[in-house]
């Protein structure tokens, strides 16, 4: 009951020391540790580790930034409470995505910088290229059901009274496939590299991001859609950016990519989701959604698997193994 009737200021500063209290072993291990090396050169170490690092830490803030600044601007451009809102719904439905994107990053960004200091150039191009198909051909499939079904969702999460935010969330969910891109190949675009490749992109975005804005205002269209629009280009150029980079450092073309095999089968997954919803009732619209998503996403691996795609050549050896 100590924090009840705090105010946000404190609750922060509680929040804060209690996180630093918990890390502080582990730092002390790590240091430990670090002086325990025998052939340790503290002062180069700790040069390398910053002359990589400091570049990185305005990306760990803008990607948060970008997100929690968006339904904050809706306020202050007459969108209001209700604006901001429904922009806050777009965000939290592609949440989900993030611990699957996170746990990636933290595996790659080590595999990529081993593969590198080993020489293995053409492994690690493989591997790029493996991962930014699966992320391309992923998001595209989940762009497709989350628009389709988006209305659904809402309304089984926070009920029928939230029905008309599924317009402006559904143009955040429109970015799902290019912001799904850039959080995989984040790690591997780090562990390769010491430029701070990630950074630019972001600030790229975010100035994208701000232009958008700004002249959707002085267009008077202002409010959660051109917000959301605005939010949609930049979230497009980080992803394209992020592609224009492993097309020059690993010579990937887009149509090394095959993303019109995989457009293709999300279109038409998407049109036999609109199929079904329109000859069911809308009171069984949550059934059909939990009964026909899963056997989309069935239908679209063994569609892949079909068409040879190269992130799917562990599924197709595995299948071969035990058939």
Do not use: K
Request: net charge positive; charged share 15%.
């Amino acid at each position: 009951m100590l924090l009840h009737d705090a105010d946000l200021p404190t609750v922060v500063v509680w929040t804060a020391a209690t996180t630093g209290t918990v890390a502080l072993p582990s730092l002390l291990r790590i240091i430990r540790w670090s002086l325990a090396q025998e052939d340790r050169e503290p002062l180069r170490e700790s040069r390398g580790l910053l002359r990589y690092g400091l570049p990185r830490v305005p990306a760990s803030a803008l990607e948060p930034a970008l997100d929690l600044v968006l339904p904050w601007m809706a306020v202050l451009s007459g969108g209001g409470l209700i604006g901001a809102g429904y922009l806050a719904i777009g965000l939290a439905l592609m949440r989900p995505l993030n611990p699957i994107s996170g746990a990636l990053s933290q595996v790659l960004v080590p595999a990529s910088a081993a593969a590198v200091a080993r020489g293995e150039l053409h492994a690690h191009a493989a591997r790029t290229r493996r991962v930014a198909q699966w992320a391309l051909h992923g998001g595209m499939f989940a762009t497709f059901q989350m628009i389709i079904w988006i209305d659904v969702l809402i309304r089984a999460w926070l009920g029928p009274g939230y029905e008309a935010a599924a317009r402006p969330a559904a143009i955040i969910c429109l970015s799902l496939s290019p912001s799904f891109l850039f959080a995989c190949l984040r790690g591997l675009i780090d562990g390769e590299t010491e430029r701070a490749v990630n950074t630019r992109n972001l600030g790229a975005a975010i100035v994208v991001f701000a232009v958008a804005s700004a002249l959707l205002g002085g267009l008077h269209l202002g409010g959660a859609v051109a917000l959301g629009l605005a939010y949609l280009a930049s979230r497009i150029v980080l992803g394209v950016l992020t592609l224009r980079y492993i097309a020059r450092a690993h010579r990937i073309g887009l149509l090394a990519l095959r993303p019109f095999t995989a457009l293709a089968s999300g279109a038409l997954l998407g049109v036999g989701a609109v199929v079904l919803r329109r000859a069911l009732a809308p009171n069984h619209d949550v059934v059909a959604m939990i009964a026909y998503v899963p056997l989309a996403a069935l239908v679209f691996i063994v569609s892949m698997i079909a068409t040879r795609m190269e992130w799917t050549q562990p599924l197709r050896r595995r299948l071969w193994v035990t058939s």
